[in-house]
């Protein structure tokens, strides 16, 4: 047995004690960790800083520097996200369905943990506690695996994590961390099928295909985020001006960040300069059809790549349509099926919007941003489902839960 076989056999045998865990248990659990985040605050604070180094010494843009920055006030926020986990609604032993048969046998359905979730992520380090506490609150054991680049930081996360979960009276299995980076630890992990109950990977385009086409293991997929605003002929120009600042700027390295503007062409003239405007308080590149182009003279021109492109960057493509159904036939062609968003005063063109836009999240008059397990009530989410099957949208507490039938008879037999 390898080193990941024994990893993932640890794994297994932490969910077994985990998934019976009383609700009590796993809530003092998770803030015994969250206290231990606060205590442990210098050492992560060092050993991301040593992350930070390398990544600057290889040349990391500094939108995924962001992502990996951590300071007090993150890790503060991560420590209020594991509390915020414990106060929300166990999600385990849920009765879903109860039905009485002819026969007298009492089929009831019931909500049960998936066992071992494998996270692999990229360097975002924040997730490493995410994650942990989003899969000990559903009963499920996890095994995280994160990038290169914030190997220490994930490492000292997990070991403060760890030793508060069994100190709170938990295996300290069930939070597991592959220290190994290299490309085959994680194709070894998605093939971990005797240990691995689900494979979820976070993170860009490449890390999801490549899950994707490698996972032997089940796979829920999260989403590349090219998410769209169109701004239709009856919007408040004011508010969309503030919805596309917001969604587009106020942080860019994230999936929910607005990376594709399109725009009525009956109010292009005025609503694409105060876009613009706003946007060039952050020195947003713009990238153009050439209808934008002649209203916006200097942006540059748009060639196909950049309309299903995910920048993660100061940067936007535009585009001028001329109607709300041409909106719908670009999203539908280009979108990744994420977070797309109308702004208008219409209210029959917003839920014709909402009705036709196929994807996980789609919004009336309000920002992409808001695609996140916190802002929809969830607590933290591990990521973002742009599939259908088994969840989709921000992946909270209920998503990380499968169920199974308890039968009760009296001595029926068939």
């Not at 996270?119 to 695996?145: Q, W």
């Not at 060639?303 to 719908?328: F, H, I, N, P, T």
Request: aromatic share 4%.
């Amino acid at each position: 047995m390898n080193a990941l076989e024994t990893l993932g056999a640890r794994a297994k045998q932490a969910s077994r004690t985990l998934m019976t865990a009383s609700t009590e248990t796993k809530n003092r659990a998770l803030a015994a960790a969250a206290q231990a985040l606060l205590e442990a605050q210098d050492a992560i604070l060092a050993e991301n800083a040593k992350d930070l180094a390398k990544a600057r010494e290889v040349g990391m843009a500094s939108s995924m520097l962001d992502r990996l920055a951590l300071d007090p006030g993150r890790l503060a926020g991560m420590a209020k996200g594991l509390l915020e986990v414990a106060e929300l609604p166990d999600p385990v032993g849920v009765t879903l369905s109860e039905v009485v048969r002819p026969n007298g046998l009492r089929v009831r359905k019931v909500s049960v943990p998936m066992g071992v979730i494998a996270v692999i992520f990229e360097a975002r380090p924040n997730v490493s506690a995410d994650a942990a506490a989003l899969c000990l609150k559903s009963g499920n054991a996890v095994i995280l695996r994160g990038g290169k680049e914030a190997v220490r930081s994930n490492a000292a996360i997990v070991n403060a994590m760890r030793g508060a979960v069994e100190r709170a009276g938990l295996p300290a299995d069930c939070i597991c961390l592959v220290e190994d980076t290299s490309r085959e630890s994680a194709r070894a992990l998605m093939r971990l099928n005797d240990y691995v109950d689900v494979l979820i990977p976070r993170g860009g385009a490449g890390l999801i295909h490549t899950v994707v086409a490698n996972a032997t293991v089940p796979v829920i997929e999260t989403g590349v985020g090219n998410c769209h605003i169109y701004i239709d002929r009856d919007a408040d120009l004011a508010m969309a001006a503030d919805i596309v600042y917001n969604a587009k700027t106020s942080r860019v390295s994230v999936c929910n960040a607005a990376e594709s503007l399109l725009v009525h062409e009956a109010v292009a003239e005025a609503a694409l300069p105060a876009v613009y405007k706003r946007l060039a308080e952050k020195q947003v590149t713009l990238y153009g059809d050439a209808r934008a182009q002649e209203i916006l003279p200097g942006i540059e021109k748009a060639d196909e790549s950049d309309w299903g492109r995910e920048y993660l960057d100061y940067k936007m493509s535009v585009k001028v349509v001329g109607s709300l159904d041409e909106a719908v036939a670009h999203i539908a062609k280009y979108s990744s099926g994420h977070s797309d968003c109308i702004v208008t005063e219409n209210a029959a063109a917003a839920e014709r919007f909402l009705n036709e836009v196929d994807s996980a999240a789609v919004y009336w008059n309000a920002s992409t941003r808001f695609t996140d397990g916190g802002c929809f009530g969830f607590g933290a989410e591990i990521g973002i489902s742009t599939q259908k099957l088994h969840a989709r949208g921000p992946l909270g507490l209920p998503q990380l839960t499968s169920f199974k039938y308890q039968i009760y008879g009296d001595g029926q037999v068939r």
